[in-house]
């Protein structure tokens, strides 16, 4: 029997909202034959990754779904280039994908998709994730939206485990990685914190949401990601998923 205790505890979350960004992956592409081990996709031409098929459901889908699962009263937002939201649609209902969800246009840059994204923003907390994360687990988003009790935004990252080095004028140096972390997302805020940091001029260092934040509002906090939680970009994260979509 769900008690009212029960209920509060699933709805924890239902007045966050999350924005899954999509923008910037048009322009990482792969063409796969249809005899690709994993059978990802063949349409004979280039697609943008978030719409490559992972066991047999676009990408994307595979993304929506874990917020949904995660708290299905939570608000998505999806930003996609506008001359894309058609093709979505379409695969929407070939793969009778009902799962809701708000579209809004992307913008030329991934800086300018978030900010339109954010003006349709409901929830007091905001979560932006990469489209092409599907394996983020529900420990990891509870983890960063957790901690904005102590802070106005947190970062999920986890250790760097090779050796890094920095390059220099005459060669290179080594750096020491128990400094570095490496960044993944959901990144989290106050809303109407990065809304705020939103208002300023664009820069090339802003690299995601996290140094937009830190430049204009302050620090970031830290938790720690789960290391199923890849970014989806190349050929090597494509045989990945295929093994971690199995064990799912």
Same mark, same amino acid.
């Given at each position: 029997?769900?008690?009212?205790?029960?209920?509060?505890?699933?709805?924890?979350?239902?007045?966050?909202?999350?924005? =899954?960004?999509?923008?910037?992956?048009?322009?990482?592409?792969?063409?796969?034959?249809?005899?690709?081990?994993?059978?990802? =996709?063949?349409?004979?031409?280039?697609?943008?990754?978030?719409?490559?098929?992972?066991?047999?459901?676009?990408?994307?889908?595979?993304?929506?779904?874990?917020?949904?699962?995660?708290?299905?009263?939570?608000?998505?937002?999806?930003?996609?280039?506008?001359?894309?939201?058609?093709?979505?649609?379409?695969?929407?209902?070939?793969?009778?994908?009902?799962?809701?969800?708000?579209?809004?246009?992307?913008?030329?840059?991934?800086?300018?998709?978030?900010?339109?994204?954010?003006?349709?923003?409901?929830?007091?907390?905001?979560?932006?994730?990469?489209?092409?994360?599907?394996?983020?687990?529900?420990?990891?988003?509870?983890?960063?939206?957790?901690?904005?009790?102590?802070?106005?935004?947190?970062?999920?990252?986890?250790?760097?485990?090779?050796?890094?080095?920095?390059?220099?004028?005459?060669?290179?140096?080594?750096?020491?990685?128990?400094?570095?972390?490496?960044?993944?997302?959901?990144?989290?805020?106050?809303?109407?914190?990065?809304?705020?940091?939103?208002?300023?001029?664009?820069?090339?260092?802003?690299?995601?949401?996290?140094?937009?934040?830190?430049?204009?509002?302050?620090?970031?906090? =830290?938790?720690?990601?789960?290391?199923?939680?890849?970014?989806?970009?190349?050929? =090597?994260?494509?045989?990945?998923?295929?093994?971690?979509?199995?064990?799912?």
């Amino acid at each position: 029997m769900m008690t009212k205790e029960t209920i509060i505890k699933k709805n924890k979350y239902a007045e966050n909202t999350v924005l =899954i960004e999509s923008t910037l992956n048009m322009f990482n592409v792969f063409n796969i034959s249809i005899e690709d081990k994993h059978n990802i =996709i063949n349409l004979g031409y280039q697609l943008t990754k978030q719409f490559l098929l992972l066991k047999g459901q676009p990408i994307l889908m595979h993304t929506l779904s874990v917020f949904y699962s995660f708290d299905n009263e939570m608000q998505i937002i999806i930003t996609l280039p506008i001359d894309w939201m058609d093709y979505w649609k379409s695969l929407l209902a070939e793969y009778k994908f009902e799962l809701p969800h708000e579209l809004v246009a992307g913008g030329d840059t991934r800086f300018a998709s978030i900010q339109n994204a954010l003006l349709h923003v409901k929830g007091e907390e905001v979560g932006v994730h990469d489209g092409v994360r599907p394996f983020v687990s529900h420990d990891t988003i509870s983890r960063c939206f957790n901690a904005l009790a102590n802070s106005d935004a947190v970062v999920p990252c986890l250790p760097v485990k090779d050796s890094i080095r920095k390059m220099i004028l005459n060669g290179s140096a080594a750096l020491d990685r128990s400094d570095l972390r490496v960044v993944h997302t959901p990144q989290c805020f106050n809303s109407a914190a990065l809304k705020s940091a939103y208002e300023t001029s664009f820069s090339n260092l802003f690299t995601d949401d996290a140094s937009v934040f830190e430049a204009n509002r302050g620090s970031v906090l =830290i938790v720690d990601s789960n290391e199923e939680n890849i970014k989806i970009t190349s050929g =090597i994260d494509l045989d990945i998923a295929a093994l971690l979509i199995e064990k799912k």
